[in-house]
């Protein structure tokens, strides 16, 4: 195994860390703490640490989707360092106001280099060399290198924007992204009318933004897109929503492939049990009635910001069988045909300011809503698919964002790494493989869950290769080769985010420290195809699973599961709440805990240094 604590008159070992979010954060928090005197650099082209949460991307107004309790790391509690309560709501400013001191009193901030922008990374023997372009006073282009390099740009950096000629319009043109340089701009009087394009969190804050504002709103939808998101309150009978998710009794009742399957799984998703079929199913139901119930609504506007409500009739579905067979009857899945088993766009909380947005959606007066595409746009006019032309003195496009990673390397080496290429630049004998890793992936998947062969739409074609990287981490070529020299974080759709960005740093320090070696894990990280087929059953489960997100991994209802995962990879339990619960009666507190107490970060205190003993004792009993 070998050290990365440098010695003698050797130079100390060199990474760069590409982000300063919450995933760049925890990683260089987390390689200090391995190796101190590592020479460690943040590179981050924003002005300050944070990343979607960074001073220039708040502004007023905006409130984090999860309460303070689950929006921390577990090495800085926000309530002892803010005084925050651990289910309150948080803005943005506090949030970037803990990662700032989370970033001092770990040692991180002084190592970051702000408004610097990593625009190429290339191999140079056997590091990387980044080629970076910062920004200020005057442009300077440089090039860093380093021994181990881990990318944390995450999939909120770079913006997805329709293909539409703008240049005409006379107005402003931005993106979501861009609302904590421009709302100053958007809620001055110099503009009356915005138009906002998009469905979902973001389009849902720039509404209220502007709206609130007193400003005239257009807010348009594709008819062919994936519809509004979901839209719901963030507490129900004064509980927040978050708690159920973030606790595992939930896990039961969600199709899964990251954990070992109970009987109890087995018995409401196999369809051979009549009774765990009907279960299963008043679950879901009773879960989208529970979610969207109280927004749903007839009301002209409002009714267009229902989640999608196309035809879902099902045929001799696995959804409903019984008995090992299937009846051949027609049945519709919950209310307005929809089910939140099937989430084809994204989740959205509505805070007391969006509860006020909602009330003016009913209204009309100040918020129009469309779903529809924009044709044009020329001089202060926008013209839109039904004909009508609306004006505008500002475009918001809330349309998401596109892939950064593969932009940073050649094309050559994003498909040796397992990075999304173009399908038609993709080498055939390697097309070929996956396909028929694919193949085999999807009869597994489909064997174990056959409710997902029969989705309510089909996604869209891709046009990208997916993401091919071990654990959404690591190249398999790269680890197999024993090369522990690059590692991706941040790449998971998730809503766990911190705690998630703790444990896969922790996972990736660990694989770039070759501390994995004797982890359970190591095996498999030996064996190019047998991580190939992992990615294979992951990259299928998602697909399938998830809709509307093939171009982004995505883990939102499985994240426990995820979490658990690495954990067992690293050789530590999983069962933070049961091991470190007091004796009782059979274990019955214990028992308790883990499966009806929400998971908070608090509850993973201590892992790093945890690791780090394991690998010690380890290290002993092999010299000894």
Not at 436 to 454: G, M, S
Request: glycine content about 8%.
């Amino acid at each position: 195994m070998s050290d990365s604590t440098s010695s003698g008159s050797s130079p100390p070992l060199s990474v760069i860390v590409i982000g300063a979010g919450w995933y760049g954060l925890a990683a260089a928090k987390t390689y200090l703490q391995f190796d101190p005197s590592v020479s460690l650099t943040v590179v981050d082209a924003d002005s300050s640490v944070g990343g979607v949460w960074g001073s220039s991307r708040i502004y007023p107004g905006l409130i984090a989707d999860s309460p303070a309790g689950l929006f921390e790391f577990s090495d800085m509690r926000m309530s002892q360092e803010l005084g925050v309560d651990e289910w309150a709501d948080i803005t943005g400013q506090t949030v970037q106001q803990y990662l700032e001191l989370y970033a001092r009193k770990f040692g991180v901030l002084k190592r970051c280099m702000f408004n610097t922008q990593a625009v190429k990374v290339e191999r140079d023997g056997a590091g990387w060399n980044v080629h970076v372009k910062s920004s200020g006073a005057s442009v300077k282009q440089e090039v860093l290198h380093c021994d181990k390099l881990i990318v944390a740009t995450g999939v909120t950096s770079k913006p997805c924007l329709p293909n539409l000629n703008t240049s005409k319009f006379l107005g402003k043109v931005l993106h979501s992204k861009d609302l904590g340089r421009w709302h100053h701009f958007l809620t001055s009087p110099a503009v009356k009318n915005v138009t906002v394009v998009g469905g979902n969190k973001s389009a849902v804050e720039t509404v209220t933004l502007c709206a609130m504002a007193g400003k005239t709103v257009t807010w348009l939808m594709r008819k062919e897109g994936k519809g509004p998101g979901i839209l719901f309150t963030t507490r129900r009978n004064g509980k927040h929503r978050a708690a159920d998710g973030a606790s595992r009794w939930s896990s039961v009742f969600r199709p899964g492939i990251y954990a070992t399957r109970s009987r109890l799984h087995l018995f409401l998703y196999s369809g051979k049990y009549s009774l765990g079929t009907w279960l299963r199913e008043k679950f879901w139901k009773f879960l989208t009635k529970s979610t969207i119930r109280d927004k749903r609504s007839t009301q002209k506007n409002r009714k267009l910001l229902n989640p999608e409500t196309e035809e879902y009739v099902i045929t001799q579905s696995f959804l409903f069988c019984a008995g090992g067979g299937c009846s051949n009857r027609l049945i519709k899945l919950t209310i307005g045909n929809y089910s939140f088993f099937w989430p084809t766009s994204g989740v959205s909380f509505l805070h007391d300011t969006e509860e006020e947005l909602m009330k003016l959606v009913d209204d009309g007066s100040l918020i129009h809503i469309f779903r529809e595409s924009i044709v044009s746009m020329s001089e202060n006019s926008i013209y839109i698919s039904d004909g009508q032309v609306i004006e505008a003195d500002a475009v918001v496009f809330a349309t998401g964002w596109s892939s950064t990673h593969s932009a940073l390397f050649d094309q050559k080496t994003a498909a040796e790494l397992g990075l999304p290429i173009p399908l038609v630049e993709e080498n055939p004998a390697e097309a070929s493989h996956w396909r028929e890793l694919q193949k085999a992936a999807e009869k597994t998947v489909l064997d174990l869950y056959p409710v997902l062969r029969d989705p309510p739409r089909q996604p869209p074609p891709r046009k990208t290769s997916p993401y091919r990287l071990f654990r959404t981490m690591v190249s398999p070529k790269l680890a197999a080769a024993h090369d522990y020299s690059l590692a991706f974080v941040g790449l998971v759709s998730n809503n766990q985010v911190s705690t998630h960005a703790e444990i896969s740093a922790l996972w990736t320090v660990a694989y770039l420290t070759d501390k994995l070696t004797d982890a359970p894990v190591g095996a498999l990280l030996d064996d190019a195809e047998k991580m190939n087929v992992d990615v294979a059953a992951m990259t299928t489960f998602m697909e399938k699973r998830y809709l509307g997100r093939k171009d982004i991994p995505d883990v939102a209802m499985e994240i426990q599961d995820y979490v658990d995962l690495m954990m067992r990879d690293m050789g530590l339990r999983a069962d933070r709440k049961r091991m470190k619960a007091p004796p009782s009666w059979f274990g019955y507190q214990a028992w308790k805990a883990e499966w009806f107490t929400p998971y908070m970060p608090r509850d993973y205190s201590g892992v790093v240094v945890e690791f780090l003993k394991r690998c010690k004792t380890l290290s002993g009993s092999k010299t000894g």
